[in-house]
């Protein structure tokens, strides 16, 4: 049911900032000594999607056809374990940085399926949230993505609900804890802390 490492995955709507919030972690848990590998799925997916020349971008990949996203989903899941157990030993704990939900054309697709728990074995599966009008607000200022297609405000409250419960689905097949954690605006560091109490209790 586990790797001898502890595995947490950590969700939430694109531009929520998990990936600024992992950032902190890192910092905050190399001053506790503790050994962390964070890896991020959407690199593994773009980097097997440019090798095909599938895409140009990340935000394209959403966007492939279902069947091209599902090939690159088990790339991705089989790889970050692959790496994960040559690096880290017994106590190392692996984050992975992704989404339990993905707004595709074709409706929302869960990013946390049984074929990538069966790779991952999560102990625990973070559901990173803030307000709506944070997200939105914080998509329109990172200039160095597209996320026009999430919808906005709306379409960011719809999906922040879809992907909270698609997290708590993915949880019960390798019996996850769900933290979910808000990351209010210009708090990251306390979200960050939160986040390093939940992989300390795991
Ligand atoms: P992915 O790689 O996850 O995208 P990303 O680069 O991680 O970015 P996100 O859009 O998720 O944003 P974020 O929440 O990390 O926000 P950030 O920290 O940047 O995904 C790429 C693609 O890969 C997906 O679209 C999908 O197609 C695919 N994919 C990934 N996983 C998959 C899976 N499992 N299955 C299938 N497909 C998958 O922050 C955003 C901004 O907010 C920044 O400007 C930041 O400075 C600011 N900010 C953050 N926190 C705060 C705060 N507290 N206060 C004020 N500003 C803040």
Do not use: C
């Amino acid at each position: 049911m586990r790797h001898p490492f502890k595995v947490v995955v950590v969700t939430g709507v694109p531009g929520v900032g998990k990936t600024t919030v992992i950032k902190i972690l890192a910092e905050l848990a190399a001053r506790e000594g503790l050994k962390l590998k964070i890896s991020n799925f959407g690199d593994y997916m773009l980097r097997a999607a440019l090798e095909s020349g599938l895409v140009k971008n990340r935000d394209e990949i959403r966007r492939l056809p279902l069947r091209s996203q599902l090939e690159l989903q088990r790339i991705a899941a089989k790889s970050i374990v692959e790496e994960a157990s040559k690096e880290l030993g017994d106590g190392g704990i692996l984050i992975v940085d992704t989404h339990a939900l993905v707004k595709t054309p074709a409706g929302y697709w869960p990013g946390l399926p049984k074929h990538v728990l069966d790779e991952l074995k999560p102990d625990s599966i973070v559901v990173i949230e803030a307000s709506p009008e944070e997200v939105a607000a914080r998509q329109a200022r990172d200039k160095t993505r597209y996320r026009s297609d999430i919808g906005g405000v709306e379409g960011v409250a719809r999906l922040m609900e879809a992907a909270r419960a698609a997290g708590i689905a993915s949880a019960v097949h390798y019996a996850s804890t769900v933290a979910i954690i808000e990351n209010r605006e210009g708090r990251a560091e306390e979200a960050a802390r939160r986040l390093l109490e939940v992989i300390k209790s795991l």
